[in-house]
């Protein structure tokens, strides 16, 4: 499911918009000042930001700013009130991947959201990834090798496979079922003790590094979360 | 009466959006009118403006164009600093907003 930042500081109507994206699938976290934003996307990882350009406490664009310094990957769509040319051109140049002036059509908005997400997901199949990178820990797929704080940590065949799992997977749920597969190429009940010991494994690999964790969702599987990624 | 067709359409059609839409609209609009004189009294240049933002946007969602110009015309002298003549636009507009108003809802 789509997880969107919405934050628009008119209250009401902005419940409107949350509702109608909710209806089409998407799971909405609304806040209504800048801040308050802010503070959602330090706690949890969001497919996509929708933000309104004039708010209290801390504008749009100073928030996009501090969003892509989190994690740049994040896609930004504004919403502004404003016409002014120069008001577009400083949150693309920000790197909000597209605007909409209010007034603006509810399908509009969810079909640019699908397509920007879209887009989003081709260009991270094309790119070729075999280094994952997140705040202070480093994981080399073709060496095998995680470097967590520093220190360097050679891992198993599984737990490399695991791992690699869950950067594909990252912020988003890795069943166990997907898991399985992805490492022994079957789901047998058995290996699902074996997974667990190895997710344990990855676990204290991590500890040092407070930005990266491994959550259990109970009857799901588990999410790699991770407030810093980078990918190359 | 109240042209809701651009608003229809940027609620792709949902009857219930709609009619949700006009009850906030009906409660809301008229508060942020009548909050207009005290803020520029009280010299509060930030809520001002943020108040003619939110109504222009309400004002065209209802296609309400002569007072959604007005809203954006006075949120850009307020952003600018030019505010020696705000109060007597308010005070007209505030008259012209009200006369409607009765107009159309007279139940209010």
Known sequence: MTSLLLIDDEVQYSELTKEYLEMKGCNVVLKHDGQAGLDAFKLHPFDLCVLDIKMPKKDGFTLAEEIKEINEMTPIIFLTGQSLKEDKIKGLMLGADDYLTKPFSMEELYLRIKAILKRVKVQEKAIVIDQYQWGNSKFDLELRELTVAGEKIKLTSIESKLLKLFCEHQNKVLTREVAMMGIWGDEEHYRGYSLNVYVSKLRKFFKPDPSVEILNLHGEGYKLVSKQRVTS | ?108
């Open chain 2, 1 to 108: 009466m109240m042209d809701l067709s651009f608003l229809r359409g940027q609620m792709a059609g949902d009857e219930k959006l709609v009619a949700r839409f006009v009850s906030i609209f009906k409660t809301q609009v008229p508060a942020q009118v009548s909050q207009l004189p005290g803020l520029c009294e009280n010299e509060d240049w930030e809520e001002l403006s943020s108040a003619f933002h939110s109504l222009k946007t309400q004002f065209n969602y209802m296609l309400m164009t002569e007072f959604a110009e007005q809203m954006r015309e006075m949120e850009e002298s307020v952003d600018n600093g030019e505010t020696a003549f705000i109060a007597t636009r308010i005070a007209e507009f505030t008259t012209k907003f009200n006369h409607f108003w009765q107009n159309e809802f007279p139940e209010n």
